[in-house]
């Protein structure tokens, strides 16, 4: 499966971003989707994943609240709508697709098979 991040960008603190990753070469709906964000000098962390139909999603509480992930099967996309957003949120965001069953996993990276190349997300103040 090959993943293709867009829609990065600048903005200001309050403002708002839609990601979006389109998948080829495998069966979208097979796969969990999630996003995970890496800021300068700090880990890879978890922001939000979906299930395969569509019908769950969950948050990092870090973003419970302003952001939203949703997807599109026909079009094999999944999206992340960043709204309220803050200085804290710049980072380059990931988004990865996953074999995995069990919700517990969703949270964790090693749950996740493919990744794409990231997309740079930089909130001014």
């Known amino acids: 499966v090959q993943l293709q991040a867009s829609g990065g960008g600048l903005v200001q603190a309050g403002g708002s971003l839609r990601l979006s990753c389109a998948a080829s070469g495998g069966t979208f709906s097979s796969y969990v989707m999630g996003w995970f964000r890496q800021a300068p000098g700090k880990e890879r962390e978890f922001v939000a994943a979906i299930s395969r139909g569509g019908a769950s999603t969950y948050y990092s509480d870090s973003v419970k609240g302003r952001f939203t992930i949703s997807r599109d099967n026909a079009k094999n996309t999944v999206y992340l709508q960043m709204n309220s957003l803050k200085p804290e949120d710049t980072a380059v965001y990931y988004c990865?697709?996953?074999?995995?069953?069990?919700?517990?996993?969703?949270?964790?990276?090693?749950?996740?098979?493919?990744w794409g190349q990231g997309t740079q997300v930089t909130v001014s103040s």
């Open positions: 990865a697709a996953s074999r995995a069953y069990g919700s517990s996993s969703y949270y964790r990276l090693p749950a996740y098979d493919y």
